[in-house]
């Protein structure tokens, strides 16, 4: 019996770190939900293009639909193109933080809309990471499309 007594008590200090862990955790989360919106109304109020350029990060990567993935900033605000009328809108819908607190992640749901018409809609995912100090960017942008 006493042989397990070292055993609990570690059990217990454990419980105890990974709850601690993730009280800290959740002001992060909340911050990084609040990002994700700021960057949902920044392309709402102006356009895509200039909302991912305000939010990647510069070593960026975008999977899109079809094709293969864009790697790197550049390449990724070019990918948006300058299709007149072209709005992407989307819901954040929550948001997990790493305790590290250097990494996150936030899911939604999204529109594509042309000239007001919807012309897909689904869900997506996106990786976040924040230097020290920093501000929070997105690493990795991944949407999966509603079957029409």
Not at 17 to 26: G, P, T
């Amino acid at each position: 019996m006493t042989r397990f007594i070292p055993i609990a008590l570690l059990l217990l200090i454990t419980a105890c770190e990974v709850a601690i862990e993730h009280q800290d955790a959740q002001p992060l989360a909340d911050e990084l939900l609040a990002a994700d919106k700021a960057f949902a109304d920044l392309s709402q109020r102006t356009d895509p293009k200039q909302a991912f350029a305000a939010y990647l990060a510069p070593n960026a990567i975008m999977i899109p639909r079809a094709g293969d993935p864009i790697t790197g900033f550049d390449r990724a605000i070019a990918s948006f193109g300058d299709t007149p009328g072209f709005e992407l809108l989307w819901q954040p819908q929550q948001a997990e933080v790493a305790s590290s607190g250097d990494m996150g992640w936030t899911w939604g749901r999204y529109q594509v809309l042309v000239d007001g018409t919807q012309v897909s809609n689904g869900k997506y995912v996106n990786i976040w990471v924040r230097p020290e100090g920093g501000e929070w960017k997105v690493r990795l942008d991944m949407g999966n499309q509603e079957p029409e």
